[in-house]
């Protein structure tokens, strides 16, 4: 199993997952224009998507989706409620199958399993995604941890978990207040802290390896999400060097990695 990041952020989000044998892209929020032209650089061909998972319906992760319904005759796996108010925003979808994953689905050799977040959508949801061999877990745009989150990261293999903002640089940042308490609050983003603190139970379980993601450009860095990570590792005995650690940018796609 391979994995893939496109572009994460507030700007746009889309990433891959696929084996030999199936593609699957997680969420179409940058244009259908550049997804095409990101796929290019990093050797995907879209002509062998599979099918087409959406997290929520918030426009950082739909937005080229209504022009790729138009260009690949792919399916498109909403939650009825999510794929309501995308409707609302954007017209019709094309080649929608509202799925509401009360049991996993499987498309080809992968089997999807979602599980709900808190976050201010009328859906969100994040995936667990496995061969039968390996799993990977993914889990953006949530607003708090919970035990059931917590159990599904377990399970992973490979992880790419959100750290969305540095608190202090959220507190003192630009955004105007109703929105530093929107994105601080529980129906908004996780960050560096609670992060890197699940981060930390999870290597003490022995797990290694994650991505972090959706990393605001206003009120976040690399370093600092890094930074905040590595302390928290210091607190139980632990370092950088324990674990493979992968960073997802806007703007430049990661490196197809090996589950």
Do not use: W
């Not at 507030?10 to 095409?36: P, W």
């Not at 997290?55 to 739909?62: A, I, M």
């Not at 990570?229 to 950088?240: M, N, P, T, W």
Request: include cysteine.
């Amino acid at each position: 199993m391979k994995f893939c990041n496109i572009a994460s952020g507030s700007k746009g989000n889309a990433t891959f997952v696929s084996t030999n044998d199936t593609l699957i892209l997680i969420d179409v929020g940058i244009s259908y224009k550049a997804l095409k032209k990101q796929c290019s650089e990093v050797g995907i061909d879209l002509s062998r998507l599979d099918a087409v998972l959406i997290t929520h319906e918030h426009s950082d992760h739909v937005k080229g989706l209504k022009t790729l319904s138009q260009e690949l005759d792919v399916p498109i796996y909403m939650n009825p409620l999510s794929y309501k108010e995308a409707v609302k925003n954007m017209g019709d979808i094309l080649h929608v199958q509202e799925e509401e994953f009360i049991h996993p689905i499987t498309i080809k050799d992968l089997q999807i399993s979602a599980f709900r977040h808190t976050h201010d959508a009328k859906y969100t949801q994040g995936f667990s995604i496995t061969d039968g061999v390996k799993s990977v877990v993914m889990a953006t745009d949530l607003g708090k941890m919970t035990d059931g989150i917590y159990k599904k990261m377990q399970n992973a293999d490979f992880l790419y978990i959100e750290s969305n903002y540095d608190f202090d640089s959220l507190i003192s940042g630009p955004y105007p207040q109703f929105l530093k308490q929107r994105v601080a609050g529980p129906l908004g983003h996780l960050s560096n802290n609670d992060s890197s603190e699940t981060i930390k139970k999870l290597v003490l379980e022995g797990k290694e390896r994650f991505m972090l993601a959706h990393l605001s450009e206003v009120n976040n860095t690399k370093e600092m999400a890094t930074n905040t990570l590595i302390s928290k590792l210091k607190e139980v005995g632990a370092s950088r060097k324990d674990i493979e650690l992968f960073i997802a940018d806007q703007r430049v796609p990661s490196e197809v990695i090996d589950i």
